[in-house]
Each structure stands twice: as C-alpha cells, then as structure tokens.
C-alpha cells in the first residue's frame, strides 16, 4: 500500500512570520493580537489564570526568561530557543521548561504549580532526588538538558536546562505524585540538531496527553521533550502529563463568555474565486427540496421538513435512510450551488485536555461537493470527472481557546482524511483579531493560507485549490450554537438533523474507476476513500472528531 505524501505547494501570498526572538533574556510572548482582547464577561472560574486539579493548583505562565538559543535545524533550519517560565508566583513550583521553533513569533505558555488546601497530605509535589543528562551541546554555545529523577510513585513532567555543566538545585522543579500524571505522546516537532532525519537521532518535540477528548482527565503542561530515538521507543515516553482528579468544568465559559469569544475570534472563511459549490444553511437545503429516501422505499422519497424534524432520530448509520438532491433536474442543479446568503455556521463547543481548554468547533454545511482536480506533471489541472462529486458535505475548523486567560492558541483546519493545527501567531487576521480561513475549490477542505496543495508523489497528484473572493462568510455575524458539552448546556437545543445518524449523501454507486486506474494507476492509489464516494459523509456528530480530539 502507498502512503499520501503531503507537498505544500504555497504559491500565494504566503504568511512570513519573519519575527526572531529578542535577543534580551526576559521575554514575554512577543506575539500581539492585531487588537487588545476584551475583557470577558463575568462568571464561573473561565479566565481566572488558574485551575484546581483536585488538589493540585496551576497558574498559567506566559512569561519567559530565555536560557539558550540555537539559530540552526528544526523548522525552516531557524533553530529553537528554551525557556523557563518567568516571574513564578509565590509558593507554586516550575514542572517543567518551555521550548519552540524561531521561525514563528514567541507565542506559548507552560503551566506551573502548587498543592493547595484540597491536598490533605501536602505531598502531591516533591522535588526529584536527582538529575540525568539526557543531552549537551558541547560546543561554545553550550547547554544541558536534564531529566529529573522522581522518587517512588512521582513522575517528572519537564526539563531543566542549564549552560553550565553543574547539576541543577533540586529545588529547581518538582515531580507529581503518580494518580495526577497520565501518559504522553508526540505533539509538534519543535528542534533536530541536523535536519528531521538528522543521523544523530535527537529531536525536541512538544507534548500531549495519550488520552484526549470530551470527558478525558488528562492535560498538556505546555512542556517539551527531549527525544533520542536511539533511547526512547516512542511507546512509553519519559515525561507524564497532569490528570484533572476533579473535572467539574467549572473552568469552562458560560453562555454570554462563549458568544463573546466567538464575536472576537470568529473566522472569516473565503471561497475560491472559481467556486461554484458553495455553503447553505441546513435549512435552506431542506427548504429547497432536499428528499429523504428509506431503503425498500426508494420510489417515494419524503420531503425533509425545513426544520428536520422528520428525520429519524439516533439509531446508527446502517444505510436504511439517505438524502438526496431534489430528483427535478433544474431544482438539482440550483440546489447544488448553495446559497451563500443564507450560509450559517454552526458550533460545537466541548471541553478538551482536563477541562483546561475548550474547543469551538465550527460546522459549515454544503448542498453539494464538487469533482476532484489532479495535477499530472506539466498538466496542470485535469478534472476527474465524477470522482469526488458527493451531495452533502460537512467541514469544519476548531478553535482551541484557553479556560485559563481566554487566548485561542491554535486552530484546527480540517481536511477530511487529516488536517492541521495552526498556532495563531501564524494565522492571517483581518479585522480585529478575526482570522482568515479558506475553503478549497471544489472539495471546501480547510486551510490558513491561500495557494495550492498538492497530494501525491512528486508532481503527480489531487490539487486543492484556495484562494479569496467576494464570496466570503463573517461566521462571527451567522453562527448557531447547536451542541455545548460541560457545564454549559442550557440553552442549546440541539437540532434534530443534528441527530439524524444516516447518510447525508445519496446512495452511490462506485465509480468505474477501472479504465482510469490503468492510466493514472499511481494517481488513484493515492486518493483517499472518500474520493471515489465509497465512504459517504455523516453528519457532524457522528464523526470521531465530535466527542474525541481532532487528532
Ligand atoms: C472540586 O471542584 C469544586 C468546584 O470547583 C470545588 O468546590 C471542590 O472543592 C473541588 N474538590 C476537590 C477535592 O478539590
Ligand atoms: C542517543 O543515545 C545513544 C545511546 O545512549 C547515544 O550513543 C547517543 O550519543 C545519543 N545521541 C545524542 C545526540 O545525544
Ligand atoms: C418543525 O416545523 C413544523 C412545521 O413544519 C412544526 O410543526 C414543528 O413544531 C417544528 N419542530 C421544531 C422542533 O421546531
Ligand atoms: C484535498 O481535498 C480533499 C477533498 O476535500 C481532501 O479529502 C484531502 O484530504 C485534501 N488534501 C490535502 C492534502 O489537504
Ligand atoms: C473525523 O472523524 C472521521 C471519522 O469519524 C474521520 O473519517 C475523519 O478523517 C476525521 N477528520 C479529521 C479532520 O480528522
């Protein structure tokens, strides 16, 4: 079997984030919203700069005093740079060091702590009872990057890292007692000290938690790893990350916070000047003559009610109902476009890693997908005819918003078969802090920068093309809150397509993809499923995304 090899083609006016870091030690995060951020409105614990794990208090640190530079490997061959975080207030402890790329703009933060009232045993800290070296760089611009080593039944979380070769205090950093800490895994490449495949096996890498989703205990720290894959298997990783012990969401917005951080950070999403398929409401599409069929039944379809409330309810995607275009030809190809002016998206907002982020999930619905485009060599574009072509199609983006001081951090923009986070010191915004989506011609995958991305092997590929238009949708203007999870239920009914768990597309039949296998034989092998219309969409809910992470 082939694997997609993803070549980023950025032809547009791609986003340089040409900043480098300051060279002074103190550094604050040098990354500005484009405008000051509102305060929130008031209520609950959302934005109180802390959380309590049950025990376990932690203040978010945005703040950083930088301990070692380098200017050459990971990212762009830019470097990295280390940091501690800067002031720690009093009585909480650093768990661990923060480190990132230089070829964006220094935007992050790491969480430190302290046992509070609720730990009964004072004892869910302890400093570590010694260090290893697990890296140096020997050269004139020396560092040392340590592994503390926990005592029975504590995990360490960070690293320390140092310039001289002298073993840090042991009151540098604190372990965490076992039943706080979960398992991590990879997240970002952040260093290779050569290039990623670097022969020497050493690569700095951000951190998540094994265990994401809705109801999961586990949370990032904002900490990084040192990886040698000569050492580590990337089974069981050396650092843990914390457990909330009591998730009661109370660190989640409320309803008034949640629409306020949707009218701050909502984005605009921009269709390809040649896009044909664009975006409707769910209800103009039912509005305008989009049928329900039943197996058994298919002669008879049912208009869908223009508020779904035919629809069946739950039940599992077992193909005894799908929905179809109107069957009148010229209402088909009317609906197939869409209607931009009723466009509308709709949120899903979850709490995500321990309760300490929440996750604005935003939904856009299209009547209708368009065919695939490839790029075979010096051919540029070649249609696939009916390849790609699906009625009813859901595609979202996620913002990742901090319960801690309310920043959005990252956005997902998703593709179907992946997708990419994109830390928002990178994202292009316009009008306040309002960022720029775009969705591709054809296939609405989402993406942050305008231009082409090609999927394939060399120059052989499906081409997904972005790029602005006046066709344009303010999401922040036209949004629904269709499904909260956490604290924050009321007042979201939850629709009832939303419910429908069947197809939203009409039954397909596969393609004969026979004679076009033989001639683009490595092109085809390429496509993902979903392509050849063997896969049909869902509706939003019913995808492993909604209640789990987005990847
Ligand atoms: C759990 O959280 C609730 C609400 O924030 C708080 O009142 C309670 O004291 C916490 N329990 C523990 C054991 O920390
Ligand atoms: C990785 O670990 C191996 C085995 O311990 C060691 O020989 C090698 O020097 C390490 N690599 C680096 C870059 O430290
Ligand atoms: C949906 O619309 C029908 C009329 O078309 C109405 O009778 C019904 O109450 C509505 N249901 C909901 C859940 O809004
Ligand atoms: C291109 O778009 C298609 C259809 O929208 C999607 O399935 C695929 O994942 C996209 N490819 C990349 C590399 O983003
Ligand atoms: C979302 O989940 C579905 C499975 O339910 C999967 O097919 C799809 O690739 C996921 N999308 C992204 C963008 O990760």
């Not at 070769?165 to 990879?186: H, M, N, Q």
């Not at 321990?354 to 485009?373: A, E, K, M, R």
């Not at 993902?528 to 995808?543: A, F, L, S």
């Amino acid at each position: 079997m082939l694997y997609a090899i993803k070549l980023l083609l950025i032809m547009g006016n791609c986003l340089k984030s040409s900043s480098t870091i300051s060279s002074s030690n103190k550094d604050t995060s040098n990354f500005k919203f484009p405008s000051p951020l509102p305060s929130w409105p008031a209520g609950g614990d959302f934005a109180s700069g802390k959380i309590d794990l049950g025990g376990l208090e932690l203040h978010q640190i945005t703040s950083f005093n930088k301990i070692w530079s380098t200017y050459e490997g990971g990212p762009d061959n830019l470097g990295a740079s280390f940091f501690e975080p800067s002031p720690i207030p009093d009585g909480y402890s650093m768990l661990g060091s923060y480190a990132q790329p230089n070829n964006q703009p220094l935007f992050g933060w790491v969480l430190v702590g302290k046992s509070n009232t609720n730990d009964q045993s004072g004892n869910i800290l302890k400093k570590p009872i010694d260090y290893t070296l697990v890296w140096a760089n020997n050269q004139e611009n020396s560092a040392y990057f340590w592994l503390p080593t926990p005592s029975d039944g504590y995990k360490a979380i960070g690293h320390v890292i140092t310039i001289s070769s002298d073993k840090p205090s042991l009151d540098k950093i604190r372990c965490v007692r076992s039943d706080f800490t979960d398992e991590t895994e990879i997240d970002n490449w952040i260093w290779a000290q050569v290039t990623k495949e670097s022969a020497n096996g050493l690569n700095v890498y951000g951190l998540r938690p094994k265990t994401r989703g809705i109801n999961a205990q586990p949370l990032s720290v904002g900490t990084f790893l040192i990886h040698n894959s000569t050492n580590d298997g990337e089974s069981s990783l050396p650092l843990a990350c914390l457990k909330n012990q009591n998730l009661t969401f109370s660190t989640m917005p409320n309803f008034p916070q949640i629409q306020a951080l949707f009218e701050t950070y909502s984005p605009y999403i921009y269709f390809h000047p040649k896009e044909i398929y664009l975006p409707s409401s769910v209800n103009w599409y039912f509005s305008n003559g989009a049928m329900l069929y039943k197996k058994g039944d298919e002669s008879e379809p049912i208009l869908v009610e223009p508020n779904g409330s035919n629809l069946p309810q739950g039940g599992s995607n077992d193909g005894s109902y799908w929905l179809d275009l109107p069957v009148d030809e010229e209402a088909k190809e009317e609906v197939k476009r869409g209607d931009l002016q009723s466009a509308e998206v709709y949120l899903h907002v979850k709490p995500i890693l321990g309760s300490t982020f929440t996750d604005i999930q935003v939904w856009l619905f299209y009547p209708f997908n368009g065919h695939s485009t490839a790029k075979l060599g010096i051919i540029d574009e070649i249609s696939l005819g009916k390849i790609g072509e699906h009625v009813g199609d859901w595609e979202h983006v996620t913002l990742r918003i901090s319960n801690l001081d309310g920043i959005l951090y990252r956005v997902y923009f998703a593709e179907h078969s992946g997708g990419k986070w994109v830390d928002s010191c990178l994202l292009e915004f316009e009008k306040g802090n309002k960022f720029v989506g775009y969705s591709s011609l054809n296939g609405h995958a989402s993406y942050y920068k305008e231009g082409v991305v090609l999927q394939g092997v060399g120059d052989i590929g499906i081409r997904n093309d972005t790029g602005k238009s006046d066709m344009v949708i303010d999401t922040g203007a036209r949004f629904t809150v269709v499904a909260a999870e956490g604290l924050i239920t009321a007042d979201v009914v939850e629709p009832p397509w939303l419910n429908y768990a069947r197809e939203w597309v009409e039954k397909v039949e596969k393609f004969l993809i026979g004679d076009l296998k033989t001639a683009f034989e490595k092109l085809v092998n390429l496509l993902p499923d979903e392509i050849y219309g063997e896969e049909g969409p869902t509706g939003p809910k019913m995808k492993n995304n909604w209640s789990g992470d987005e990847k």
